[in-house]
């Protein structure tokens, strides 16, 4: 018998001469199942006092949705924002989510009830095994956290960042001429991502440390990126359940012994260079200034002991250096396939700033093109799809929805920044979109109109992202000088390359 040609004849057969049972049962008891489990997962949700939680994909019994997370969960998410609405729950584990996908909702919540909304729910794995109960991003809204924050903004406000834009600066000219030799002057294709790895990494390793690297072959390149990358899977607000299911925590698991491993990478690696510049210090030696010295000089006024100081600096370099590489990356993998875009970039920059040098920060409120293109980089492929998650501190009744106190709240940026009505063809690739904001993200921020705000890759609230500023600074210096110093052409038996054309 040929069972390729004959597929369903074999079928039958099978059926016919197996235990298995007949295929009009096998159908019906599918049937059931279905029903059984469609009733389960879109009954209406009602806490034990009858009040109403916002409707939801009920999930199913220990698991809630999790197992209808795909490995692309900001689509099934955005498909759930279509059906159930802008304010939609659903439980991972033991814990209930509210799903937050329209800039209404995030304003009133998220900014006008930001008292209630801007604390954190203490994920087991990132805040209780990685962070160790520390870290600026994880810890909840308290004494400990505003200590942080303060802590950080020295670093992080408009008159520091511009007092180290020269740094910033340089970074992305040395990025230009690395790709530059690297390529052999456009003879041989180059992979940008490394050289983009590398440059978000010294400006973070200058700030916090008053250190770089001298290549992308020196080892803590390598190093600190892999850190960036397993922590961005380890703790994203929807990786695993062992943060949702108590008993799993209880017992070892792959992820909890993946999080304690990258705790002791985090100590060893950016603790080491602490107790580095802590004996450079008291052996007399003048160390450039930055955060680690910082917080050396004032961890007794402060509070602090090694291991805060360890994931403080932590913090910052994981937060400073995924953001700002992933949007340059993005753009490098982007830009090669839209050669009218960057024709017309070329035309803009050649206008504006001309050819005897390259652009800077004050030429940005001049090259408008330019400044839409990485905003709608940033709208496209913002690197956080979901809003690092705030929980409620307290019970609130939202336009009749009941939010219970203890419930995580996240901000659905992916199907915000692809709704239709706010983005036209949202799929398309179309910088034309943001011509006419010629404001900062930052600026945006603070717009009373929340369909104004161009992106909200970097959060909202007063949980927004402390390293604002500097990484939109950071990301203009590099991407207005790969437009104007290259020609990107991508290679199409190797993708993630480009041919630089200078």
């Known amino acids: 018998m040929d069972f390729v040609s004959n597929s369903t004849y074999h079928l039958t057969w099978a059926y016919a001469s197996s235990s298995l049972p007949h295929p009009l049962l096998t159908f019906a008891a ?3 199942v279905y029903w059984s489990l469609k009733l ?4 209406p949700l009602v806490d034990k006092d009858g009040n109403n939680i916002p409707a939801g994909p009920r999930g199913l019994p220990i698991l809630g949705s999790f197992p209808f997370l795909t490995h692309y969960p900001e689509i099934t998410l955005d498909r759930w924002a279509k059906k159930y609405g802008d304010l ?3 439980w991972l584990g033991n814990q209930l989510f509210i799903i937050v996908s329209s800039p209404d909702v995030v304003k009133d919540l998220i900014v006008t009830s930001g008292a209630v909304f801007s604390s954190r729910k203490e994920m087991f794995v990132k805040s209780k095994i990685v962070f ?9 809204y308290n004494d400990r956290w505003r200590k942080d924050r303060r802590i950080a903004n020295t670093w992080l406000n408009q008159r520091a960042v511009d007092s180290y834009t020269n740094i910033l600066d340089s970074e992305a000219t040395v990025l230009i001429k690395a790709m530059y030799q690297e390529s052999r002057a456009g003879a041989v294709p180059v992979d940008p991502q490394p050289h983009a790895g590398r440059a978000s990494l010294n400006n973070m390793l200058s700030i916090v440390f008053g250190t770089r690297t001298g290549s992308i072959y020196h080892p803590l390149v390598g190093q600190a990126l892999k850190i960036s990358r397993e922590f961005m899977n380890v703790t994203g607000p929807m990786s695993n359940l062992v943060d949702f299911i108590p008993i799993l925590q ?3 698991t792959p992820m909890r012994t993946r999080g304690e491993k990258l705790h002791e990478k985090l100590v060893e690696t950016y603790g080491g260079m602490i107790k580095d510049i802590e004996h450079r210090m008291e052996s007399g030696e003048d160390v450039p200034d930055c955060l680690a010295k910082t917080m050396i000089e004032t961890k007794g006024e402060e509070g602090m002991d090694h291991l805060d100081m360890a994931i403080l600096a932590s913090a910052f370099m994981i937060g400073g250096v995924e953001t700002t590489a992933a949007i340059m990356q993005w753009f490098s993998a982007l830009i090669p396939a839209y050669p009218e875009i960057q024709n017309r970039a070329h035309e803009e920059l050649d206008r504006v700033v001309g050819r005897d040098r390259m652009p800077t920060v004050e030429d940005e409120k001049n090259l408008p093109f330019c400044h839409a293109i990485i905003k709608e980089v940033e709208r496209c492929h913002n690197p956080f799809w979901l809003g ?3 929980v409620a501190s307290e019970n609130v009744t939202y336009k009749g929805q009941f939010i219970p106190k203890g419930t995580v709240v996240v901000l659905n940026t992916w199907t915000m920044h692809h709704d239709p009505k706010r983005h036209a063809n949202p799929d398309k690739f179309d910088p034309e979109r943001y011509l006419r904001d010629s404001l900062t993200s930052a600026e945006n921020a603070n717009l009373a109109d929340p369909h104004e705000r161009d992106h909200r890759m970097f959060g909202a609230g007063r949980r927004i992202c402390p390293g604002m500023i500097v990484a939109e600074r950071e990301i203009w210096l590099t991407i207005s000088r790969m437009l104007w110093a290259f020609t990107m052409e991508a290679l199409p038996e190797e993708p993630i390359y ?5």
Do not use: D, F, K
């Open 30 to 32: 599918l049937g059931a």
């Open 40 to 43: 389960l997962v879109e009954r």
């Open 88 to 90: 939609y729950s659903l």
């Open 132 to 140: 160790v109960g520390r870290g600026i991003t994880a810890t909840p």
């Open 250 to 252: 209880q017992i070892p």
């Open 388 to 390: 690092t998650p705030h």
């Open 498 to 502: 480009a041919l630089l054309v200078v």
